[in-house]
Each structure stands twice: as C-alpha cells, then as structure tokens.
C-alpha cells in the first residue's frame, strides 16, 4: 500500500513556475514507476509525466515537454514536478500516481494503482 500526498499548487501568472512535490509514504515507494497526471475542469484525465523506477527514465506529454520536468528523491520517498513557462491551458488538478506499468501502457491512468488527493495549479493569463 502507497499514500500520496501532493503539494506546492498554487495560482500564477502565465510564464510563471512551480515545483510540486509528491511525498509517498510506504516502503517500496522505489519499486513503482511514478507518474503526474492533471484534469481540467470538463476535460478527462491527461497524462503529464512519468519517471522510472530508479529515475533513470523519463517520459513526457508532447503539450509539456521542454518546460515541466519530473525527477524523484527515493532517500525521501518524493517526486516533483517542475513546471515552467506555465500557459493558462495548464490550469488543472495536478495528480501523481503509482504504479508498475508496462513501457506501453505508462500514459495510461489505468495503469496505476495509487492516487493523490491532488493539488490546483491555475494559471492566469
């Protein structure tokens, strides 16, 4: 069993950044493929971002890539989402997740089994 708890939302102005941070507790946090998800109100749930296992792989939506970037402590049981050059289509909950997803099926939120609670990121134009 994982528990995550997102943090670091919060409003900003377009071009603006924030790091949110993903702290899970339990110990296998370092076996799961960990990933970000985000939902715009009226709109389904989109991948953003996922990191391997060791943090030795990441993988990006084509909308984020070159200005968000996931990285993860697993010393500290934590992932992060560095959002940069935020756009106000950017404004959604933010969630993270984990999981044990086949290389394939990584941008599917299917594929994990642990959510967050989620954090607001809204981005005012």
């Known amino acids: 069993q994982v528990q995550l708890v997102e943090s670091g939302g919060g409003l900003v102005q377009a071009g603006g950044s924030l790091r949110l941070s993903c702290a899970a507790s339990g110990p296998t946090f370092s076996s799961y493929t960990m990933g970000w998800f985000r939902q715009a109100p009226g709109k389904e749930r989109e991948f953003v971002a996922a990191i391997s296992w060791s943090g030795g792989s990441t993988y990006y939506a084509d909308s984020v890539k070159g200005r968000f970037t996931i990285s993860r402590d697993n010393a500290k049981n934590t992932v992060y989402l560095q959002v940069n050059s935020l756009k106000p289509e950017d404004t959604a909950v933010y969630y993270c997740?984990?999981?044990?997803?086949?290389?394939?099926?990584?941008?599917?939120?299917?594929?994990?089994?642990?959510w967050g609670q989620g954090t607001q990121v809204t981005v005012s134009s």
């Open positions: 997740a984990a999981g044990r997803p086949l290389y394939s099926w990584l941008r599917s939120a299917s594929e994990y089994d642990y």
